[in-house]
Each structure stands twice: as C-alpha cells, then as structure tokens.
T-cell receptor, first 114, second 112 residues
Framework: KQEVTQIPAALSVPEGENLVLNCSFT??????LQWFRQDPGKGLTSLLL?????REQTSGRLNASLDKSSGRSTLYIAASQPGDSATYLC?????????????FGTGTRLTIIP | DTGVSQDPRHKITKRGQNVTFRCDPI?????LYWYRQTLGQGPEFLTY????????KSRLLSDRFSAERPKGSFSTLEIQRTEQGDSAMYLC??????????FGSGTRLTVV
C-alpha cells in the first residue's frame, strides 16, 4: 500500500528566503506526482505535475524535482512571499493501469513571516 | 474553461437528513473523481468515473453514499442518513486521461 509522507508538518520562514518542502513515498511504481496548494477552507490548486520519466518541473518561483528510485520529491520555493502562506500537498498516481487513485500526504503548512 | 465547479460551497444539515452535492467538471475531461478531506489530513479517494461509468469505489464509501454521473457530464454525490462522522470537505476533481487533476473548491459539510 502506497504511503506518502511530508516533512515538516509546519514551517515558518521570513519573507524573502528560499525554502524546500519534502515529500517521500514508499512505492516507486508511480505514473506521476503532483504538488498542490490549499488555502484554509478552500479546494486544491495544482502547482506542478511531474511525470515519472521527468526529473523536474519549473513554474515561476517554484521548482519541483522527482527521484523516483529513492521515492522522493522536493518543492523549492524561491524568494518567498507572504502570499505563499498555505498548506502544500503532494500526491502520487500509481502506474498500474486502471488504478486512478491519488495518494496524498498530510501536507506542510507554510507560514511566510513579513 | 471555468474550471471545476462544486455546489453548494457549504452545507449544514441535521443528523439523519439526506444531502446531495453537485460537481461540474471541465467540459473536455473524461474522468471525474470524488475525494473527502477531514481537518489536518490529505484528501482520501471515494470514487471515480470514466465518462458515465463508475469504475471504482473506496471502502470509505458506505451504503449510505451514492454517486452518479449521468451522460458523462456533471456528477452528484448523495449521502443518506447523515452522521456526524460525515462532516468533512468533499472535493471533486476532473482530468483528461492520464494528465494531472484539476480540483474544485469543495463542499464543506457540517452535520449537527
């Protein structure tokens, strides 16, 4: 059974700092990995999608990497801003045909201090 | 493309009542998913549709839960005889084949 872990559970950093969020998964047989952002009481906003054959994806100040063999992904946020404060979730999609379930981590709650 | 829409945004109901939620996916997406999220946890899979066919249901989806996607367009999730343990955020998502998911804003259910 796939398990996804995100460490730390919460993180506070001063505005302007670069930071890294971690995601690890136990079963490397994944099709892709997706990072989401969730504001309090809201739905999920997709940030980056990495296919299993890719090593990284970039969007603006965000960069996500994937090391499938070691079961790890990181989300790098450059020059953090107060608006980046949210919970960040990673989710993996299995590679076996017909299995559509995403398995999520419990998230990292990020607070950017002005 | 207005994204995935969910209605209502919030629902407060008394224990024992039935509730129904609606999800309108992105029009060209053929897959539709329902997830449930409780406070401090990641979303958990409930069920998914490919076009109008419901292909998988989680064990979390008890007999009191039913989902439909008539004509492969919008979907409804109904909970009968609600219990306090049903209080959660119900999230709908859609995707085109094996690409990434797009989630809606969710329906927050409170059972009192």
């Amino acid at each position: 059974k796939q398990e996804v872990t995100q460490i730390p559970a919460a993180l506070s950093v001063p505005e302007g700092e670069n930071l890294v969020l971690n995601c690890s998964f136990t079963d490397s047989a994944i099709y892709n990995l997706q990072w989401f952002r969730q504001d309090p009481g809201k739905g999920l906003t997709s940030l980056l999608l990495i296919q299993s054959s890719q090593r990284e994806q970039t969007s603006g100040r965000l960069n996500a990497s994937l090391d499938k063999s070691s079961g790890r992904s990181t989300l790098y946020i450059a020059a953090s801003q107060p608006g980046d404060s949210a919970t960040y979730l990673c989710a993996v999609r299995p590679s076996n045909f017909g299995n559509e379930k995403l398995t999520f981590g419990t998230g990292t709650r990020l607070t950017i201090i002005p | 493309d207005t994204g995935v829409s969910q209605d209502p945004r919030h629902k407060i109901t008394k224990r024992g009542q039935n509730v129904t939620f609606r999800c309108d996916p992105i029009s060209e997406h053929n897959r539709l998913y329902w997830y449930r999220q409780t406070l401090g946890q990641g979303p958990e899979f409930l069920t998914y549709f490919q076009n109008e066919a419901q292909l998988e249901k989680s064990r979390l989806l008890s007999d009191r839960f039913s989902a439909e996607r008539p004509k492969g367009s919008f979907s409804t999730l109904e909970i009968q005889r609600t219990e306090q343990g049903d209080s959660a955020m119900y999230l709908c998502a859609s995707s085109l084949d094996f690409y990434g998911y797009t989630f809606g804003s969710g329906t927050r259910l409170t059972v009192v």
